[in-house]
């Protein structure tokens, strides 16, 4: 019996050894999956669903985020708080504005958070807007912001540093106003706007008569087949007054694009702030990822599953203080959600056609669970971007509907000098009437949903007169509006509204804070010069075969830091002018291009390569156009034949012994004239 014992022992022994040689995980999952992680509602139908070891694995290695009912419950509930406590802050301001006031009436019919709110355009086309409750949030943020020596000292400083020096010798500088009083700063940056409206029209907007429409705005990048998009459709040009004039951010524009049927227009206006800053500053026309923006706020800095609605300023601010680089849009490609069941539902938010990760949901990560015997569990993706990417930056408030001034002067100034403003106002009548993309209804409603676009340049009464245009517009001419609406609303994605209109009906405008650097593109541009290409020699020389077609593209690139194409002619100058190439070169925005060409005589080529970039300011007619030449060296060689001899066997005398020749030569296509060419012969034993 005792020997019974001892084996038996010492094969529990055994078990127990292999057991925790086999277990390589950091924790005990009896202490992992506790009660307060479980997942107590149905697992959500575009879960993924993994194993409870898997699952455990993810999350302890920072891929996933756990997610209970309760969480979410208590994001609510804060959001509701937080709702409640806005209401009060602005029900305890003296002398509310009208705007406020009715601000605050459409709270108290909406006693619940409302984040976002879907409106019918003119068009018939449903968008989803922007809520009471954000409207509520961002007014507060606005207030505090506007009343704030920090944030009113910014704005003076950004438009002090950009006044001509003859009108900075007439005020303080902005060392001058540090550690003075709010009401001090106001009264100085007041002053500012008086002095800039000493300049005349056109010295102070820089917009000028366009005088070739056929050299207009950036177009949109190819979308990546089946990974979603950020636009719509290929834009038509616009006909209005984006066409007819050029102004000082018009080649600085990222594309027109489209939202979809997600409440993202505050994603869409600071990402595109963005894009135009790093055209302005560095020269860099790139396509940021708004997905992977709305994805970090709605997850990480503001979480919420089931709301859209937010407001760029604070969104921007959560991505600086975050130190979050921004990455392309390939990194992540938008998902427009056309099948997204209503402002209130996600099911249908994933399209089949996308292809990208997704989920019923506002921040749409993807969704993993996993089944225990006793219960259940769920969290979602992390998504993290560590590369170079592309800095984000914070805000300033320039102004919110109440205040005693609108200083039209000093946002023309900062639009003339490469700052995109960022505009939020109440969807009424005449915007979403306003197919021609002109702003003329002053109507306003009750208990409106808002928007959030950007105002990238201002037309003047003068400027519209000079043109033969209606030049007698409210506050003395059009803000120039970008929307994330797509290409067929307004005037292909642009409107025109009146500068007295946005200054009585619009809520709030911002503008990055941008310091003066501008890139070599932007001074180029704004002098009304060409901008000149560049033909980058790959290889130099270059040895290709006789009589062999070969795509002398593969050995030249040319570039340009705004143009889509230019003209190139490529010429043979080796005994004369013989011409390979001469037209059209496209750039970016199709596909490559190729210049298939054979070379009939051995010897050496020089072959001249000269690009010609038209205008990219037409304000000057008279302007020469750019060019830029280079030489690209060829060899053109006769590469001997190959020749392999393929036999099986032994060779033995008087029987036949079959060779098979394998005949290759690059300088001769034709397979009858090679086989005549080629000599057979056999030496004696």
Known sequence: MRYLRLMVAGLFLGIWLLLAACNTSTSNSNDFFTKDKEWTQDIPSDAEIVSPEEFQKRVEAGELDIITPAVLEAQEQARQKEYQDNIAFLQNLPDKSSYLTDLLESAAAMPSYEADRSMVMSDGQTVLLLGVGVEIASAVESYK??????????????????????????????????????????????????????LSETALDGV??????????????????????????????????????????????????WQGGRGTCWAFAAIGAIESRERVQNDNPVNLSEQFFVNKVKQDWDSSDNMDGYWPEKALKEAADHNQAL?????????????????????????DKYKGDCSNTAHQSRRVCTKRLIGKNCGNVTYKFTGSGVAASR??????????????????????QGHVLIATFPVYPGFRNAASGFVTDYTTTKNPAFHVVQIVGFISNQELAR????????????????????????????FYIPAQYVDTLFTSLSSLNLDTKRGEVWNYDQAGGTLPATIEIKTNPVRVDLGVSINLADFFKVTHPIATSVNLSVS?????????????????????????????????????????????????????????????????????????????????QGEDFPITAFVRDR??????????????SVDAP
């Open 327 to 351: 990455p392309t849009e390939d990194f992540w490609t938008y998902n427009q959600s056309v099948n997204r069941s209503s402002e209130t539902d996600y099911a249908n938010s994933c399209d």
């Open 667 to 680: 300088n001769e296509t034709d397979g009858q004239k090679l086989c005549l060419n080629t000599k057979w």
């Open 208 to 257: 000028k008569l366009e005088t070739n429409t056929t050299t207009l705005l950036q177009p949109q990048a190819t979308p990546i087949a089946g990974a979603g998009t950020d636009i719509d459709v290929i834009c038509k040009p616009p006909i209005g007054l984006v066409s007819q004039f050029w102004f000082p951010l018009k080649n600085f524009i990222s594309p027109i694009k």
């Open 467 to 494: 043109q033969g245009l209606s030049s007698n517009i409210g506050g003395g001419g059009y803000f120039i509006i970008k929307n994330s609406g797509g290409c067929k609303t307004g005037d292909a994605g642009y």
């Open 395 to 416: 805000v300033t408030y320039l102004w919110e509907s109440g205040e005693d001034r609108f200083d039209l002067n000093r946002y023309r100034l900062l639009l003339s």
């Open 145 to 198: 912001a506007l009343h704030s020596v920090e944030n009113v000292l910014d704005d003076y400083t950004m438009t002090y540093n950009l006044m001509p020096d003859t009108l900075k010798a007439q005020a303080a500088t902005p060392d001058s106003l540090k550690g003075k009083s709010l009401a001090e700063v106001q009264t100085a940056l007041a002053n500012l706007d008086t002095l800039l409206g000493t």
């Open 572 to 652: 043979d100058r080796t005994d004369g002018k013989h011409d390979i190439h001469s037209g059209g070169w496209t750039i970016r925005g199709g596909f490559p291009p190729s210049l298939p060409y054979t070379f009939k005589r051995l010897g050496k080529y020089k072959l001249e390569l000269i690009a010609t970039t038209n205008k990219v300011s037409t304000s000057d007619p008279t302007f020469p156009a750019s060019t830029v030449t280079a030489t690209l060296n060829v060899d053109v060689v006769n590469t001997p034949p190959s020749i392999d001899l393929l036999h099986d066997g032994k060779a033995y």
